[in-house]
């Protein structure tokens, strides 16, 4: 039973993968510089707690898809992911709250792609935390301001949804010897009252660095995530299954 929800649960991740090859693990983001464990146990604990999240970074290829399936490894046990194929499913997902689910939109864009959201499907997607379920997605932004426009302007959802949603991501890619690195430049809290909370951005140095204490995870909290993502590293899991199944069952 344990192995065939790992299976599945993983299954919905990679069908996320639109440039083949393995899914990559938190993990892997960590050895690539792309994030700090400190912000991934804090990433840990708050997606953890059933917080939605989305990933924004304005060019194609800059690992939005990526970075949000390594994060869908984070959401709790009991919680299923569920790709929005249809405006149907999320209004099936607002009349149904016998169980939290993890609403998958694979990018929130116009055209007739496999669970891509825009307009109306966008605002009702919208609504789903309140209800009581997690949203997963990515946007081409790269600043909260250009995903509030896209999101709000262009697309109709109310400002308080959009202050309320959970976790905002931002990416960056900069080149470095040999390629380019990626990173998670800037990290939003909008869990609680009030404007979108500045907890972590990348500075001139390059270095990931806190800004704000989280409003919405507890220090204690904090610390036991970051003893896990330590544990992890140390345990050698790797691919998605292998790091979702330590984050389930091991006791570290």
Same mark, same amino acid.
């Given at each position: 039973?344990?192995?065939?929800?790992?299976?599945?649960?993983?299954?919905?991740?990679?069908?996320?993968?639109?440039?083949?090859?393995?899914?990559?693990?938190?993990v892997d983001l960590l050895e690539a510089g792309t994030v700090t464990p400190e912000m991934a146990g804090y990433l840990l604990a708050a997606i953890g707690k059933g917080r939605s999240f989305l990933v924004g970074a304005?060019?194609?290829?800059?690992?939005?898809?990526?970075?949000?399936?390594?994060?869908?490894?984070?959401?709790?046990?009991? !919680?299923?992911? !569920?790709?929005?194929?249809s405006?149907?499913?999320?209004?099936?997902?607002?009349?149904d709250r016998s169980a939290p689910? +993890? @609403?998958?939109?694979?990018?929130?864009?116009s055209g007739p792609y496999y669970a891509y959201l825009w307009g109306a499907a966008l605002q009702e997607l919208f609504r789903l935390p309140s209800r009581g379920h997690m949203v997963a997605t990515n946007l081409h932004a790269d600043t909260i301001d250009q995903a509030r426009r896209q999101i709000c302007t262009d697309n109709g959802v109310p400002d308080d949804l959009f202050d309320r949603?959970?976790?905002?991501?931002?990416?960056?890619?900069?080149?470095?010897?040999?390629?380019?690195?990626? @990173?998670?430049?800037?990290v939003y809290e909008c869990c609680a009252s009030g404007a979108p909370l500045l907890v972590y951005r990348l500075n001139r140095s390059d270095r990931i660095e806190p800004v704000e204490p989280s409003? +919405? !995870?507890a220090p204690e909290e904090l610390a036991l995530a970051a003893r896990k993502i330590e544990?992890?590293?140390?345990?050698?899991?790797?691919?998605?299954?292998?790091?979702?199944?330590?984050?389930l069952y091991d006791r570290a």
């Open positions: 039973m344990e192995s065939q929800r790992i299976a599945t649960h993983c299954r919905e991740i990679d069908r996320c993968n639109q440039r083949g090859g393995r899914m990559l693990s938190v304005l060019p194609g290829g800059a690992g939005k898809t990526t970075v949000m399936g390594a994060l869908l490894n984070f959401v709790p046990a009991d !919680v299923e992911l !569920v790709p929005t194929d405006r149907r499913t999320v209004q099936e997902g607002l009349e689910r +993890c @609403y998958v939109c694979h990018e929130i864009g949603f959970g976790l905002m991501l931002f990416l960056r890619v900069k080149p470095s010897p040999g390629g380019v690195r990626r @990173y998670i430049a800037a409003q +919405c !995870v544990a992890l590293r140390a345990n050698g899991a790797r691919t998605i299954e292998q790091v979702r199944r330590f984050l």
